[in-house]
């Protein structure tokens, strides 16, 4: 059984970073992609950041592209979102995924398996 646990989420100002954690169990890391989706109040879930584990390609969405960075712990079986600039927009709770697919069709379309999520609060 596929589990994803994530960890990390909180309450920063403007301004400040983040770093989520996403620990994986139950299939073979390097045959996925992992990654993240968030959900805003009142908005869809939108894909965040995703990584191929086995060559470490990722995809990010426009969002977020030069504030975060998505990393692989391959010994853990753990992936990383180092979140920094954040902005009130980039409140949401941020759900962990993973499908054994490419970084980028993770994020945008097919999803095989989904975390608790953790809840990220950024205050202007």
């Known amino acids: 059984e596929v589990q994803l646990v994530e960890s990390g989420g909180g309450l920063v100002q403007a301004g400040g970073s983040l770093r989520l954690s996403c620990a994986a169990s139950?299939?073979?890391?390097?045959?996925?992609?992992v990654g993240w989706y968030r959900q805003a109040p009142g908005k869809e879930r939108e894909g965040v950041s995703c990584?191929?584990?086995?060559?470490?390609?990722?995809y990010q969405a426009d969002s977020v592209k030069g504030r975060f960075t998505i990393s692989s712990d391959n010994a853990k079986n753990t992936v990383y979102l180092q979140m920094n600039d954040l902005k009130p927009e980039d409140t949401a709770v941020y759900y962990c995924v993973a499908a054994p697919e490419y970084a980028e069709r993770l994020c945008t379309t097919q999803v095989d398996a989904w975390g608790q999520g953790t809840l990220v609060t950024v205050s202007s």
């Open positions: 139950g299939f073979i890391f390097d045959d996925y992609a």
């Open positions: 990584i191929r584990i086995s060559n470490g390609r990722a």
